[in-house]
């Protein structure tokens, strides 16, 4: 009998991924016996190149509850419309919870201008120039959800045109 070798696909496609931890925090449920402790890690996922996600995981352990919320911020996947200057195509609003963002388009050069989990999410999606403003709660997973909130209502030039009806050349003008 010939002996099957693994195929290396799998791999290959996940090495472009990058996550960053946000938070970890220790958390406990009262159960009969008293409280049970376990952690819960809020995780951005993304390969800097217009796709990102937040996940949140928990688990009895620090390191299982990173690799669950990887593992939701990878089911959680948006794409982000960029420019030709790794900037957004338009000023946005995101909410989630008692949390609000703006984001604002920025020139070239001028570099990721965010705070806290924002900024986190916008440089995992490859956003290179913006401007945002955490506005309300300063809750960091309801700031990355209304981070990634603002991104997916994003469009692009041709997808206004289309929706329009008209040719792209007559948005610039």
Known sequence: MAKRQKSSRTKTKETNWKERVIQIRRVSKVVKGGKK??????????????????????????????????????????????TKASSITHITRGASG???????????????IAGGA???VLELAGVKNILAKQLGSNNPLNNARAAVDALSTLRTFSEVAQDRGVPVEHLYT
């Open 37 to 82: 402790l376990s952690f819960r890690a809020i995780v951005v996922v993304g390969n800097e190149s217009g796709q990102v996600g937040v996940g949140v995981g928990k688990a009895g352990d620090v390191i299982g509850a990173v690799r669950k919320g990887v593992a939701d911020g990878k089911k959680q996947l948006i794409e982000v419309p960029l």
């Open 98 to 112: 008692g949390a609000k963002v703006i984001m604002r388009p920025a020139a070239p050069g001028t570099g990721v």
């Open 118 to 120: 924002v900024r986190t």
